[in-house]
């Protein structure tokens, strides 16, 4: 797991895809990372796993997380969302707890009190 202020993918419309973290993704993605973690973007979002160039891998991709969420202002997001997104919302603070275990990880998107959305999930390590 590897956390970065900027995200390689977003579906963000203030700042979007940031290319320049290609090499540092390709480095975890060799290494058989799971999991990132990103933030600049004001918004929750979550990655299917997918390699550094933004195709969908199953097997050996590593699945990012925005979570922007904690408070200042959010930003919109693009009409349309990145490839690979699952889920995104601009619209509610909150955090994203996750559990690791030997095997795997939960994760559990937890909104500010008095909102709805959630976002909940069981992921496999390789």
Request: aromatic share 10%.
């Amino acid at each position: 797991m590897e956390g970065f202020d900027k995200p390689l993918f977003s579906s963000g419309a203030a700042h979007g895809n940031d290319p320049t973290l290609k090499p540092l993704w390709q480095t975890l993605y060799d290494a058989g990372a799971d999991i990132v973690i990103g933030g600049h973007d004001h918004h929750y979002e979550r990655f299917a796993p997918q390699d550094p160039e933004g195709r969908a891998d199953s097997a050996h991709g590593i699945r990012e997380f925005i979570v922007g969420t904690g408070g200042k202002n959010t930003h919109r997001l693009l009409a349309a969302p990145q490839p690979n997104s699952e889920v995104r919302q601009a619209d509610t603070y909150g955090v994203l707890k996750l559990t690791l275990h030997k095997a795997g990880y939960d994760w559990e998107f937890i909104p500010q009190a008095g909102r709805t959305f959630t976002d909940s999930g069981h992921g496999i390590c390789h």
